[in-house]
C-alpha cells in the first residue's frame, strides 16, 4: 500500500490551502483516513481524522479545518481554511486498514507567513 500526499505549499496567514492524498495497492476496507502534522521542534500531532462517516478535529483546527473522504478513490483531503502561521509544519496523510495495519504518506509541507 503506497500514499500519494499532494497540495502542500506556501501562503500567507488567512488564507486557505487544500491537501489531498490517495491510497493505492491491496486496498479492500479502510477503517479511517487521517491528516497529522509536524511543526519545527514538535511532536507529530493529529489534525483531524475521518472514520465511518464520522469526523473528528484537533481543538486547534476546528472550525477552519475539513476533511474528506472519497471510498470510490481510497483518498481523503483537508481543506484548510484561515491558516495560522502556528499551523505550519510537515502534514502527513495516514491509512487505517483491518487487523492494525496503518500506513504513512511521505508528508507534504506547508509553510503559513504571518
Do not use: H
Not at 54 to 74: E, L, P, Q, W
Not at 81 to 106: A, E, F, H, I
Amino acid at each position: 500500500v503506497q500514499l500519494q500526499a499532494s497540495g502542500g505549499g506556501s501562503v500567507q496567514a488567512g488564507g486557505p490551502l487544500r491537501l489531498y492524498c490517495a491510497a493505492s495497492g491491496r486496498i479492500t476496507v479502510i477503517n479511517a483516513m487521517a491528516w497529522y502534522r509536524e511543526a519545527p521542534g514538535k511532536q507529530r500531532e493529529l489534525v483531524a481524522v475521518s472514520s465511518g462517516g464520522s469526523a473528528n478535529y484537533a481543538d486547534s483546527v476546528k472550525g477552519r479545518f475539513t476533511i474528506s473522504m472519497d471510498n470510490a478513490k481510497n483518498a481523503v483531503s483537508l481543506q484548510m481554511n484561515s491558516l495560522k502561521p502556528d499551523d505550519t509544519g510537515v502534514y502527513y496523510c495516514k491509512v487505517n486498514l483491518p487487523w492494525g495495519m496503518y500506513y504513512w504518506g511521505q508528508g507534504t509541507l506547508v509553510t503559513v507567513s504571518s
